[in-house]
């Protein structure tokens, strides 16, 4: 059973850190890019950063690069977003997404909420 299993949110101060996690099962992870998307109420659901089966990693959007780092352990079989200088903008949903050719998951989710 393919399972992807986000965990890290929470409630942060604006210029706080998070990292989330997302640990993966039922498949093999090694071989799958993996992705973190966000998705703000009202708002459609944005790729937030990218990270290859070899581990080249990118970051999406120019309003996260600088602040947003993903990384994967694939001794762990879990991919991370690090998150430094958060902003209220940065409030959403986090999703994990695994996707190798035509075979994708994605993970339940985890509520980032950036407030004081």
């Known amino acids: 059973q393919v399972q992807l299993v986000e965990s890290g949110g929470g409630l942060v101060q604006p210029g706080g850190s998070l990292r989330l996690s997302c640990a993966a099962s039922?498949?093999?992870?090694?071989?799958?890019?993996m992705r973190w998307y966000r998705q703000a109420p009202g708002k459609e659901r944005e790729l937030v950063a990218t990270i290859t089966s070899a581990g080249g990693s990118t970051t999406s959007a120019d309003s996260m690069k600088g602040r947003f780092t993903i990384s994967r352990d694939n001794a762990k079989n879990t991919v991370y977003l690090q998150m430094n200088s958060l902003k209220p903008e940065d409030t959403a949903v986090y999703y994990c997404n695994a996707r190798q050719w035509s075979r994708e998951y994605w993970g339940q989710g985890t509520q980032v909420t950036v407030s004081s």
């Open positions: 039922g498949f093999t992870f090694s071989s799958f890019a």
